[in-house]
């Protein structure tokens, strides 16, 4: 608790103090709309052969048919590629990874969870995450790489055959993209529902403090 | 959208690995039934005279003399179990068994410097496709014949369908009656409506 006390008194002081660099919400900014687009242009791939008993509802499909989801699909690809690369290697190597997502102790995490569950979590200092968002940023990170390794490994299952290995074979790197897929969407609304909810931290994405 | 889609052929054809080969399986892992798919029922399925059917030669090659079906059937045949991968997402394993496709462009003396095997179909609307000559050249690209030692049924093609595992299933020709060796592209069936024209795997 002390080190909190301290953490608060820091922001008291410096109260404009940069919480969001302008290269984390360029890129995260990007990588929203990238997702967006490769998670709506995936569920028009999905439903050309869906792996369970379920399609998307036409509505929130990108590109009209399978075609036109390819399209974007493997347009969109690059974005996300690129600017998630870019991020991981400035997260690696600013330190900020480092810094701002470890340590992540079971503990921490159980006591978090329990002082989210009964509105007790503070957000005072949003320059800090406590374990629940370390613990969701970190993970989420490396869904991102097995979701981009799993889609490789479907888009070039011969010439990236190696990647295919990782997965066993091509259809259970299918069913890793699914579910990695899936897990995002979770993520998504958990984070996009926890960001109305402290609107200064999604003020800090957009203007960094 | 189109203009990344080059993109993407570029990028592929950057990264085909000539020499790498598309993973083989067990007679085990072969999916049964094998799946009969197309843009028809099987019902509508050409139905192929074996003793009317030719095959044609085009384009950039020394012999453009036709082949009758027990002409084809006396070259050299191997066979290969390879996974067919589809642009819609599922797979299956299947056995096929034919001519390396570069033993026949060397036999009618193709001009392998051409950027195309542009292949024409008996499918109702009329199919086609292009195939980039690397590909073409590629050792498991196939002429098939069979299909799990049987003599190719209708459903997967017959007389001849063009088995390329280094590509997805639509740019797996079925129902063959042309072949042209070409430096122009000429488009295809499905690429002509904005599948990615390389599609490699």
């Avoid at chain 2, 085909?16 to 028809?40: Q, R, V």
């Avoid at chain 2, 007389?159 to 042309?178: A, E, Q």
Wanted: hydrophobic share 45%; aromatic share 14%; net charge positive.
């Amino acid at each position: 608790m002390s080190s909190l006390t301290v953490t608060d008194e820091q922001v008291a002081a410096a109260p404009a103090k940069m919480i969001q660099p302008a290269w984390v919400r360029l890129m995260h900014w990007v990588n929203a709309l990238a997702m967006i687009l490769m998670i709506l242009s995936g569920w028009q791939i999905y439903n050309a052969s869906p792996l369970f008993g379920f399609s998307f509802p036409r509505e929130y499909t990108l590109g009209g048919w399978l075609g036109g989801g390819l399209l974007w699909h493997f347009a969109a690809m690059w974005l996300l590629m690129i600017n998630g690369l870019a991020y991981v290697i400035t997260g690696l190597a600013t330190g900020r990874f480092r810094k701002k997502l470890l340590p992540i102790t079971p503990m921490g995490v159980l006591h978090d969870v329990r002082a989210a569950l009964t509105f007790k979590l503070g957000h005072d200092d949003l320059t800090v995450y406590n374990y629940v968002q370390r613990l969701l940023y970190a993970g989420i990170i490396v869904v991102g790489v097995l979701i981009v390794l799993s889609g490789l490994s479907m888009w070039k299952p011969v010439q990236l055959y190696y990647l295919v290995m990782l997965f066993g074979d091509y259809p259970t790197a299918r069913y890793v993209h699914f579910f990695c897929m899936a897990a995002i969407c979770a993520f998504l609304v958990i984070h996009v529902l926890l960001a109305l909810l402290v609107p200064k931290s999604l003020r800090a994405m957009i203007i960094g403090r | 959208m189109k203009t990344v889609s080059k993109f993407n052929d570029a990028v592929q054809d950057f990264i085909f690995n000539p020499d790498a080969l598309a993973p083989t399986f067990p007679e085990s892992a072969i999916t049964k039934p094998f799946p009969f798919n197309a843009y028809y029922d099987l019902d509508d399925a050409p139905e192929i005279d074996a003793d009317d059917w030719k095959l044609e030669v085009r384009g950039l090659v020394d012999n453009k003399k036709s082949w009758t079906l027990p002409e084809l059937y006396k070259l050299p045949q191997v066979s290969q179990i390879t996974r067919h991968i589809c642009v819609e997402g599922w797979s299956a394993i299947g056995s096929w068994t034919g001519t390396p496709l570069r033993d026949f462009l060397k036999l009618i003396g193709a001009d392998t410097r051409a950027k195309y095997v542009w292949f024409q179909c008996a499918d109702k609307d009329g199919y086609n496709s292009p195939l980039d000559m690397r590909s073409a050249l590629h050792p498991q690209t196939q002429m098939t014949f069979k299909y799990a030692n049987e003599i190719l049924p209708r459903a997967y093609g017959f007389p001849m369908k063009i088995r390329v595992p280094t590509k997805l299933g639509f740019k797996n020709p079925k129902y063959v009656i042309s072949m042209e060796v070409t430096n122009d592209y000429k488009g295809g069936y499905w690429e002509d409506q904005g599948y990615n024209s390389f599609s490699g795997s």
